[in-house]
């Protein structure tokens, strides 16, 4: 089975830290995804990834950055939380143009 | 650009009933169709999809949907409804036309609430 794994279910930060949400899969999936899932809004995706040091911006890229050195891991910086983006943030990876396996969700809050 | 809408926030069902959960797409080339379920608290679980071949898809838990290219519609389906299928439903597509990964456009989700 496809296994997706978040570092952390939970997270509180303060407003103005500098956020890391670590994601890695264990399928050597090409492609991997970072959204943010917000009541009534669905999911959204921030950033996407092709390959090794390859990097796509989503739909809503502003306030976040994205980094992979490697295969397995695809990483998502805030570089200066904010209130606004508390929020559920889901991993997900994929082989090419197949379905995506998710990951368990990081719920971030920012005071 | 593509879309998917789900019309319907919540859909309440009797336990044994059938159940729907309505999603209609827009893609400008042909789409990539997939439905996802999330319980309480967890991530997303890939429930079917469409790629190509029969309409009547069949995927996990009992559940199958209908590719209807005229009404550019995948509406979910199941038989007969268990308490146990409550949760969190998404549609998502992607153009197959698409290059590259990019990722899947989803709808704003369904509560699908089944009453003993």
């Known amino acids: 089975d496809v296994k997706v794994t978040q570092s952390s279910r939970y997270l509180v930060k303060r407003t103005g830290e500098k956020v890391f949400l670590e994601c890695v899969q264990d399928?050597?999936?090409?492609?991997m995804f970072w959204y943010r899932q917000d009541p009534g809004l669905g999911l959204r995706l921030i950033y996407f990834?092709?390959?090794?040091?390859?990097?796509e911006k989503g739909d809503i890229p502003e306030g976040y950055s994205v980094s992979r050195e490697k295969k397995e891991r695809f990483s998502l910086i805030l570089e200066s939380a904010s209130t606004n983006q508390t929020s559920m943030y889901l991993c997900?990876?994929?082989?090419?143009?197949?379905?995506?396996?998710f990951g368990p969700g990081t719920r971030l809050t920012v005071l | 650009a593509q879309s998917v809408a789900q019309p319907e926030d919540q859909v309440n069902v009797a336990e044994g009933n059938p159940l729907t959960v309505k999603c209609t797409y827009s893609?400008?080339?042909?789409?990539?169709l997939f439905w996802y379920v999330q319980y309480p608290n967890r991530g997303l679980q890939f429930l079917l999809k469409?790629?190509?071949?029969?309409?009547l898809v069949k995927g996990s838990y009992g559940f199958e949907a209908e590719f209807n290219k005229s009404q550019t519609s995948f509406h979910l389906k199941k038989p007969s409804a268990l308490v146990s299928d409550s949760a969190l439903y998404f549609c998502?597509?992607?153009?197959?036309?698409?290059?590259?990964?990019?990722?899947?456009?989803f709808g704003k989700g369904t509560h699908l609430i089944i009453q003993p």
């Open positions: 997900a990876s994929s082989p090419s143009y197949n379905e995506q396996f």
């Open positions: 399928m050597d999936h090409e492609n």
């Open positions: 990834s092709y390959d090794v040091k390859m990097k």
């Open positions: 893609v400008s080339g042909n789409p990539y």
């Open positions: 469409y790629i190509t071949g029969d309409n």
């Open positions: 998502a597509v992607r153009d197959r036309g698409g290059g590259g990964a990019d990722g899947l456009t």
